[in-house]
């Protein structure tokens, strides 16, 4: 039996989910969650094999709480569910521990192939996340991009980040210049809707 927590902040998505995985012979949903410190409570307490997370959550999110699971004592695989089938999330996710990668929209029959594949030991990545995974590499950000990246998020100045970071503003203009670059925008306008839309930080 595949004993599988569905974590998704939406009680009516649980709900069908839910129903449909019941009517699935090998499979028991033995628990929900609504945030990622819930999903990670219950992971802990439930030992399920499978864990179906919607990345978008309240609380500590989806990647943080995907960390988290894999440091418990009996660490579960964990499927990853988005609405944004195609976002720079799922490869972090899959970068933080995540054993697969599904579109919120996929059919439901491909949702069971998956948990059934991911509960084989394998991996299993729907083909849309695949084909965008190959196009756009995780790209890996060290404490001090991550630092500049989070000081953009708030609005903060050139001046305040020099400040913040004990650099001369010059300096803080070529890090800048370079983190663009990597982020592939033109601008901090650019680079702040990036980071909040792909939460970055």
Sequence with gaps: MIR???????????MGVKSFLELEEGVEVVGEAESGEEAVSAAASLKPDIVVLDLMMPGIGGIEAVRRMARLERPPQVL???SFGQSAEMARAL????????A????????VKAIRRINSGKRYVSTDIANYLAANPIVEF???EREIMLAISKGLSNEDIAAMLKLSVPRVKQLL???YARLGVANR???AGMILRERLV
């Design 104 to 111: 919120k929209d996929a059919p439901m029959e491909e949702l």
């Design 177 to 179: 210049k370079d983190l």
């Design 189 to 191: 306008a650019e680079a």
């Design 95 to 102: 970068s933080a521990g995540a054993n697969g990668a599904l």
């Design 80 to 82: 990853v569910l988005s």
């Design 4 to 14: 599988v927590l569905l974590v998704d902040d939406h009680a009516f998505l649980r």
């Design 142 to 144: 060290d404490a001090r």
